[in-house]
């Protein structure tokens, strides 16, 4: 246990829509009762990919006292999230693709979160 980042949610923003759980490739983040939580602080690495996709705000980075970070244990269930069924189904905007067919990152613009494959990304980056 020591002062470090770590995701905080605020619950009364959140709307259960599931966009962070995949950023979160550690797999810290589930949707449990209809709220994202994150299920284990030590799979929880602060690095933040999960707040630029939440359209609501809820997401942000906060330095408080929390269990170290555990990379052993990330590996281990990111590996099981893409074998298993907790892997929420992500695709390109703009071509339909998923994850599996080209990595994604997820883009904002005007107010909206997306998810743009690298394929499309270089015609949003020079139009
Ligand atoms: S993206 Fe935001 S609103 Fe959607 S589940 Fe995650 S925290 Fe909640």
């Known amino acids: ?5 770590i995701v905080r949610i605020d619950e009364e923003l959140c709307t259960g ?21 994150v299920v284990r602080e030590d799979l929880c690495d602060g ?11 809820a997401l942000s980075i906060e ?3 929390a ?3 555990d990379p052993a244990a990330a590996e281990e269930r990111a590996a099981g999230r893409v074998e298993g069924e907790r892997l929420l189904r992500q695709v390109c ?6 994850e599996m067919a080209a990595p994604l990152f997820p883009v904002r613009h005007r107010g909206e979160s997306k998810w743009a494959c690298a394929r499309c990304l270089p015609r949003l980056i020079h139009g």
């Open 47 to 57: 690095a933040g990919f999960c707040i630029g996709v939440c359209p609501e705000g």
């Open 67 to 69: 269990p170290d970070f």
């Open 93 to 98: 905007y703009i071509c339909g693709a998923d």
């Open 1 to 5: 246990m020591a002062k470090r980042s």
């Open 63 to 65: 330095v408080r006292e």
């Open 17 to 37: 829509c599931g966009e962070c759980v995949t950023p979160c490739a550690e797999g810290a983040i589930e949707i449990v009762d209809g709220k994202a939580r």
